[in-house]
């Protein structure tokens, strides 16, 4: 098992059955978690990339079975801000010290590609990274996002497992969410994916398919949290995803694609109450603090009791933590 981490940590390179050894064996988790944060720290280095996250509208055309702000959910207080209070939130967190915004929404097509052109226009004239994640568009559209300015974006695979994909997603179309992440590729976009782990039925091998997926795909950022479950959703007796299981999978991606932003996500804050340090030892190097605050926050409820964190807080624990916080807009650097 030794060898395997560090034929990883050396070549970069495992196969599947090689990925499964690995999720399956606990006794090797201290050898993993160290071998991601040794190639952490030689490829991406210590500093820490913050990027606020601007949560603008929870109105949602999709069904996730897993998500708190599902259409069918309709115990969900709705809310949508509009592009003055969009622009400033991102001017509050410009001032804060922030080099990235992240614009993250439910599948709310209200926001035309021409409304969203106007804030993305007007947020690059701060002088910052913008980063949209806000679901399936078509070629054309992303494109005009893109020409506007936009620089990066999210869309997470969630899992690679088609089958399980089509249950979790009713209506939802695995092979076009896989052709919009290769659009955004196209089109320039730095490129962000991940999945969810703990979804029922999920196995070690589908897992195993998702790290191989992001390493197919040369995605530029990966996020990974643990399912949690929300009690106005179909899989609220679900229990939640392992934290550790988790992590293996943060840390082996980081193995495989030593050069890409690995966020320590919020769904690990919220079910470890050290989960973000833990991560940013074992192969992370973004914190992407929610920046909407108090009610829409709260509004914004994809899983209950999401983790909130505060600004000076938290650079003073990376601080303590020897890992100093960027002043760059953080891009991936292809190492
Ligand atoms: N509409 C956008 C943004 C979705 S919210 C999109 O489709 O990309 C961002 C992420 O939250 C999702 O990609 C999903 O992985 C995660 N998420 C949603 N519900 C969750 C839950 N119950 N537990 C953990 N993560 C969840």
């Not at 949508?80 to 001017?91: D, F, H």
């Not at 939802?172 to 659009?183: A, G």
């Not at 976009?189 to 897992?207: A, D, K, M, N, W």
């Not at 992370?284 to 409820?301: I, Q, R």
């Amino acid at each position: 098992m030794r060898k395997l981490v560090e034929k990883a940590r050396i070549q970069h390179h495992l196969t599947k059955e090689e990925i499964v050894l690995l999720l399956n064996n606990a006794d090797i988790n201290d050898d993993l978690f160290k071998a991601a944060d040794d190639v952490r720290r030689e490829f991406v280095g210590d500093e820490v990339h913050l990027r606020a996250l601007i949560e603008f509208s929870n109105y949602c055309r999709c069904n996730c079975k897993y998500c708190g702000i599902r259409a069918e959910n309709k115990l969900a207080e709705r809310y949508r801000l509009k592009r003055e209070e969009i622009i400033n939130y991102a001017r509050k967190a410009v001032d804060f010290g922030y080099k990235t915004i992240v614009m993250q929404s439910g599948e709310d097509l209200t926001f035309s590609t021409e409304y969203l052109t106007q804030i993305i226009r007007e947020i690059k004239t701060l002088n910052v990274a913008l980063t949209l994640s806000i679901g399936e568009r078509s070629y054309e559209e992303y494109k005009i996002l893109k020409d506007a300015g936009a620089d990066r974006f999210l869309l997470r695979i969630e899992t690679t497992d088609k089958i399980l994909y089509e249950k979790m997603h009713p209506k939802s179309d695995f092979e076009n969410r896989k052709k919009c992440l290769y659009n955004l590729k196209k089109l320039g976009f730095e490129t962000g994916s991940g999945c969810l782990v703990g979804l029922p039925e999920q196995t070690l091998e589908s897992l195993a398919d998702d790290i191989l997926f992001f390493k197919e795909l040369d995605a530029d950022m990966i996020g990974i949290g643990p399912f949690i479950p929300h009690p106005q959703t179909p899989l609220k007796d679900v229990p939640h995803g392992s934290f550790e299981l988790a992590l293996k999978v943060m840390a082996i991606t980081r193995l495989l694609l030593p050069d890409i932003n690995i966020p320590a996500t919020t769904a690990m804050e919220t079910i470890n109450p050290n989960g973000r340090f833990i991560a940013l030892k074992s192969g992370a190097n973004v914190v992407m603090p929610n920046v909407t605050g108090g009610d829409y926050c709260e509004k914004y409820e994809i899983y209950p009791n999401k983790a909130a964190v505060d600004y000076s807080e938290l650079t003073r624990k990376l601080q303590e933590a020897g890992r100093n916080v960027s002043q760059e807009k953080g891009f991936r650097k292809k190492g």
